[in-house]
């Protein structure tokens, strides 16, 4: 009867395997959505990274998995500003169009507006494009690493994000109204 009752049901939905588990470590592909935990944990043995023959099985390993999600995050977001930096590099077609605006006392002041224009068919916007790829990519992975609600994994992915963000965005290009003036 017991035989019988484990070959009709399926597996539980809440079942976690933590490592060293009793599926023979072959893994039976039964390693979907019912095997993931689905809160936050602080788990070092057993955790799956990205691809299911990425297995974290020691405190060193998750060191590691951490300092290389941590760098991911952090050139993540240098990727994100370096592809503005680009952008801006290979914008043509610069026109600037000024219309006149009446000022709170009686004098006009001119409007300015910049605006470019980047070819589709040029080197620069091919670059852009598979930098996009790129970018969409890892985006995709570090947004996988904190769905596998490990607390360390989760860490890294903002530390990382926090200092790219300080190491590259003060190089994000501030814009200046060039119409602004003192009252």
């Not at 240098?78 to 009446?102: A, D, T, W």
């Not at 006009?108 to 224009?117: A, F």
């Not at 890294?156 to 501030?174: D, E, H, P, Q, T």
Request: glycine fraction near 12%; charge should be negative.
């Amino acid at each position: 009867m017991n035989h019988d009752h484990a070959h009709h049901t399926m597996a539980p939905p809440t079942t976690h395997n933590h490592g060293g588990g009793s599926d023979g470590g072959g893994g039976g592909g039964d390693h979907s959505m019912s095997g993931m935990a689905m809160t936050f944990n602080l788990d070092y043995i057993g955790v799956e990274l990205l691809f299911s023959g990425l297995v974290i099985n020691s405190a060193g390993e998750m060191v590691a998995a951490c300092i290389g999600v941590f760098l991911l995050a952090a050139l993540y977001e240098g990727l994100k500003i370096g592809r503005e930096f680009l952008l801006r590099r290979s914008q043509v077609n610069v026109r600037y169009n000024s219309m006149p605006l009446p000022g709170s006392d009686g004098t006009v002041l001119m409007e300015t507006h910049k605006t470019v224009g980047q070819r589709m068919l040029s080197p620069a916007h091919f670059m852009q494009t598979l930098l996009h790829i790129v970018q969409v990519v890892v985006s995709y992975f570090l947004m996988l690493v904190f769905m596998t609600y490990n607390g360390y994994l989760c860490i890294a992915v903002a530390a990382g994000a926090g200092l790219g963000y300080f190491l590259f965005s003060w190089r994000k290009a501030v814009v200046v109204d060039i119409t602004e003036h003192c009252h």
